[in-house]
């Protein structure tokens, strides 16, 4: 975890200067992950939980359209009113929109469209930077940064959406032959470091920009546990799978069993001969051999608690966790590999407040039925990794970059 | 809640004699719920989530037969060794078993079939109380009181799945028509109750029978909140209803309101002419109109959560509840009135343990998706009502006697 | 096919005397079968096509009471005006009803109720023939014999769906140990009876009871064919299954192809352990070892033309079947023992007029996506089979007694 | 009905040059259609009935490379065997296949390099024309008709099936602004014109061109009937809708209403406000005002077979139409607007032999659960209409040019 980095870019530009560059660092970001993708690989959506690159593209673009722009009345032409319709995502307060699961009909507007439609508001956006009155932007700021880390939230996605559309291709595509994300390697043994109970004070303390989940920074009590130096490895997470993990329904709780068979798992997401001598998988670089020392990812939660209690062990609580990393106990390099699913179940924590106005939905309203996943993967941008970060996916979600660090009991 | 029986019966029977009384009391309580019902009615499955009133019946008779008959090698013949696979529910570790959404299609056995199959192992049970040694019934204690409780836990279900099957018949029978459990009523105005923060103890604290999940007793670390007096009542949920609380996305989660959409909820589930001057539901009573006094039941937890927030207010923790229950802020008697739904997602405790054996698949392999209620309901037997008791059912759940309980920051 | 009696009982009954003892046979026949089944065996829906007994024992009660005694004046008084809106099946000009899938639901009015219900139209049924004014009856004969053979029908169906229903049980319950209906033996050899071409007349030809889908007769051109002298037998379709039949696509409609991997099938409904030495079937006396004498039974539309394909024959149409019984190249004592698939879709023949009034709904609006088949079964009532009888199923269907003649072109 | 070319073109093209020139006319018209859409537009699947332009490029090419250039050793390299997979639609015959309902994912191969492909297989079948000794041309000679007819229902399918996609964006983008196929006006009123019956002759009777399924010629006896002169049109049509016919279950087979209802539909398919003084319906040219003297069009079997019973009339069998056409009844300029729903369940002609070969699953395996239409329409090629011709749809499908015409008894 670049832990230098992660509070400053771009969660907190300080002068109109650094924001703007912060701005246009981000913008072109997303757009160079979009850059090795034809127009059809950006059309395409490969299930309902997975959205086109090109609506990615689209709808960070109407978030600053719609929350900055429009929301502070910047000076700006809106090219095509329908495209409020076609990119919002789930803001029941800001109109009706295109289903979800039909996203992937939008031939139109094109790759092209979609491109010039950034460039617009990006101009309309960076003008507003430069001119808007002091008053104006000390309001915006807020807008500013939520839309900036609200894009690298779909960064990543983005990639993790391309994965599994190109998974389903017979002529099985790289992403990228060269330089694709690929999760670090670990080849250090794994240890466990005993962590005291007792009071710590969890959530995001100020300082840098979090998402409204992640606070109020409150106190909660910890039973003493110890918790894994690193998260779990392929090759750790081969084991399980030869010890017949897949077969015994006394590791998995029953909806994850119950699903297992249904849908026939054997091994994580994207896997194939996973029982022979060697293991390969399908990644952003293609298909690969796995590598034992690479951390076990695309895993349902289900497949996280059953290898954590194959292993005799357990998954830690999202304050178990937070709280190790907040104390040094946790190396910090082992951070951001892969998101670590917790037993934490996603909930408001005591005083939660939502952010104000249309971003009030961003978060709040999805506060049940998902755990929350702390750290970091692969394919999260530069800067997007904090301690207080709670992601969150439904347990059975595989393909993200979801694996699992162990815990237990002092 | 009648708390001067809770602990006792049949949470821990002292002698021969009270263990028999006990087991006598349950198992005879299960007969008497299904005396009003005609074979048909024990027959049919109304929906996957719902059993047959005949296979509560044989369920919960093969509970005995196995944990304890079969475990502690006491002296019985059994019927039919196909029971074992028609009657277990869902434990893996004891074989193969008929799928739950198809309990619906066994007209054989006969209803009279499972009552013989009933007396037989009850016969057995009772020899073995009387006569078993010292140590081996010492040893099999627990697994007896289980069953009783197991078996309480059912005889609420049979009633929640009786009254659904009923629901669906045009000519709206009624479970009885005179004597139906119905909710308590609750004329007394709505108060607020603050309480302190700070550290408190939750769990079973011993001394007395408790499930697997209600331990181990630790603390928890609360901040100050304030907890209504009594449930939500009819006519407080009615005047969220006419004011179009169904309709209006911002009071609701993301899930339950696809869910109310998708499924066209206007009002809780059973009620009929919702909007009307004159609301009715269907009750074990059969139809009958709606008292204002009652206790709202038949929420699901989105609907729950969507009243809490239209009321400006949230549900409580299940720690929240626990410790205004045990600090005696809570009236005793405005518990078991109807299921309370909080806020909390069902998980282990720390330090969590599932009982041995076969047991251990009890309540652990189900912790994951499903959200913690608290309290009792009309349909709960007597004496099986208790502080620390963890009811758990998924967010869409309705079926259930359940309401909810307001709560807000202090 | 006894055909010296098709055409009187219940067909033509010409007196007062006559109608009234065949309307006493026909529904006594109903109760007879009813009869070894235990009133939770009436009320079970074992799937949307199938019914349960007890609401064939009321729809074809109800059917007397609105098509006769409603519509034709006679004194009588409803037990449950409610009764027309549970007992009506698919009539859309009589008015709402319960939705057929949900027909299991029904626990009340229960099996004694049913019967009470009979015993009331049937009183009101026997004293409106004795007594109604002889023009009165002269107009409700249609009308009365429309309802005999529509009990009929329902008497074969609920033979068909006890047996699925029994046949989900794992204690594999027999309808009756003795005495069941079951197919008869076809011990002599295949033969092929050459049939000229030509115009040949078809459809009823007047002189006793038919459904109006049996005319006009009119007349058709055949090319010449052969046809065999007797159903395909279990020795000739296990023979199928080895060679691997189910296995081969090139035998397969593709639709049937689909079904069939989508589900699994390896044989005939009912059959277990098909390709072992001792195949067995579940049947109306409980499970018994494959009699290769038998005509094959339970075989969907798509698994009759796989084998016919095999065989390197083909379907009959209707009319070169019924051509051919005609002009007695059928050996009238091979139909009856199992229904025959036809390579004819259901439709209407040139002139079709549907019954007047309410029972203009009984054929013609199913006459799109269904497969005509004729003959009869062991399940069809006695007097029930006529060679201009077209009975009429989906191609899917498989609980029916449906095998297969084979036809070839000349 | 353009009849002086039908038969000629490409149905029986004579020499070496012919052929060769209408193999080229016949591909490039498909690169003609697919022209005005962008990669995206020809990706992207819109449900599983319908294929990806691309994907239609790409199956009619590998339809020859393998049937053609494979078959009879034709000089050629396959550019990728994996496109035999991707590109196969349902031969079982010659081995796997990419599933139907994802041929949306394949954004690789793009549309460059699927026109490529198309470019390397139309050089190699050119030269193989070209090059090809008599004797194998000769013996080819069938297999390339039948690529052509093939191909050409393929331009017709690649215009509906892009009809749909652009049909689900709510930018309402028109395949071409302006030229783009619609169906030809019929400002005439409708007339009868009466029919003897007696023995014709029905089926190809060979001299061009014609699938298996259009033969054998054989004899059928038909009644005296009356036929309409032209299909039904949207302003006739409008009548239907207005009288409430959406709404009034005595004009549906049971399988429409039901189907109708669930689905709610309330006019063809594509028409939205359609009981207003202004319908108007998305077309190939984009949403367009209803014109009351178009053929109606985009209705399902059902729809047809309603609106026929509320007109009084019903739908005429295939051999009725074919007849009236060869006997020049019709007037052959009413033939090709849109395609005609008949009566007729589609099935084999008496004597049917499929295709050798591959082709033989080309049509004798969909023979059951399909209506037969006749005629052609504004999106079928030139030259691809003739009087023997059987189309065939499901009842539900409603994304065809699909209207109907009348007829009745006489």
Not at 49 to 74: C, N, R
Not at 113 to 127: G, Q
Not at 219 to 235: E, N, T
Not at 381 to 410: I, K
């Amino acid at each position: 975890m670049p832990s230098p980095t992660y509070a400053n870019e771009p969660s907190r530009p300080a002068t109109r200067a650094e924001l703007s560059a912060a701005f246009a660092a981000v913008r072109a970001h997303s757009c160079a992950l979009a850059a090795p993708l034809s127009a059809e690989d950006q059309c395409v959506q490969s299930m309902p939980d997975a959205s086109p690159v090109k609506w990615h593209l689209g709808h960070t673009t109407w978030f600053f359209e719609t929350l900055v722009l429009q929301a502070f009345g910047a000076e700006h032409t809106r090219l095509d009113p329908r495209y409020a319709f076609i990119f919002n995502s789930y803001y029941e307060s800001l109109g009706p929109r295109h289903p979800r699961p039909a996203r992937g009909m939008l031939t139109r507007p094109s790759a092209a469209e979609v491109m010039h439609y950034r460039e617009t508001v990006d101009h309309a956006v960076r003008r507003f930077i430069d001119t808007a009155p002091d008053a104006v932007l000390d309001r915006a700021r807020n807008a500013l940064l939520l839309g900036l880390h609200h894009e690298q939230q779909h960064q990543e996605l983005l990639l993790t959406d391309v994965l599994h559309l190109l998974s389903l291709n017979p002529l099985c595509p790289a992403y990228r032959e060269a330089g694709a994300p690929a999760p670090q390697r670990m080849p250090q043994p794994l240890a466990w470091t005993p962590v005291d109970g007792g009071v710590v004070s969890v959530g995001h303390a100020g300082g840098g920009f979090a998402f409204d989940n992640e606070g109020p920074r409150h106190d909660v009590l910890l039973q003493p546990y110890r918790i894994a130096s690193r998260p779990v490895s392929c090759g750790e997470y081969l084991a399980f799978i030869r010890d017949g993990g897949y077969r015994d329904p006394q590791w998995w709780l029953s909806d994850g069993w119950a699903l297992a068979r249904a849908e026939g798992w054997q091994a994580p997401a994207y896997w194939s001969h996973e029982e022979g001598p060697e293991p390969r998988h399908f990644t952003l670089a293609g298909e690969q051999p796995v590598d034992p020392a690479e951390p076990v990812c695309h895993l349902s939660f289900y497949e996280a608690a059953a290898y954590a209690a194959w292993a005799g062990a357990r998954l830690p609580s999202e304050f178990e966790w937070e709280a190790a990393l907040a104390r040094g106990l946790i190396d910090a390099g082992s951070v951001g590999a892969v998101w670590e699913w917790t037993r934490s179940a996603y909930g408001p924590y005591p005083g939660f407040k939502p952010f104000a106005g249309a971003a009030s939905e961003y978060n709040g309203k999805f506060m049940v039925g998902q755990m929350v996943l702390r750290g970091g993967s692969c394919a999260t941008p530069p800067g997007h990794v904090r301690p207080t970060y709670r992601n969150f996916f439904p347990p059975p979600a595989r393909w993200q970059f979801s694996g699992l660090r162990l815990a237990c009991d002092a």
